[in-house]
């Protein structure tokens, strides 16, 4: 089992920035794929952001591009979501993900394809 923990949300304005935090424990986090994702109220969780193993390779929303960076230490078993120029319609519940079995280089982008998920942490940004 791995387990996520989420922090760093809260309430800012249109132009602010947030850093997301995911601290994972259990199994070793240098082995799992990571990824971020967002939900709001009624819709689908939908993926921003994913990061290898080793970190070497990221991928982006387009949504997100040149706002968000995800990053990770695997040192720390951590996974972060600095997001940049915020914008309203960034408003959700943001969630990390593990996924484990997959190449050094490989990034998922399908929620479903994820084995653990963190509890989430709310973002809200206001105009």
């Known amino acids: 089992q791995v387990r996520l923990v989420e922090s760093g949300g809260g309430s800012v304005k249109a132009g602010d920035s947030l850093t997301l935090s995911c601290v994972t424990s259990?199994?070793?986090?240098?082995?799992?794929?990571m990824g971020w994702f967002r939900q709001v109220p009624g819709q689908q969780r939908i993926f921003v952001a994913g990061i290898s193993r080793g970190g070497q390779t990221t991928t982006y929303a387009d949504s997100v591009k040149g706002r968000f960076t995800v990053s990770r230490q695997n040192v720390r078993n951590t996974l972060y979501l600095q997001m940049n120029g915020l914008r309203p319609e960034d408003t959700a519940v943001y969630f990390c993900?593990?996924?484990?079995?997959?190449?050094?280089?490989?990034?998922?982008?399908?929620?479903?394809?994820?084995?653990?998920w963190g509890q989430g942490t709310q973002v809200t940004v206001s105009s």
């Open positions: 259990g199994r070793t986090f240098s082995l799992y794929g």
């Open positions: 993900a593990a996924k484990g079995g997959i190449t050094t280089s490989t990034i998922i982008s399908e929620a479903d394809s994820y084995d653990y």
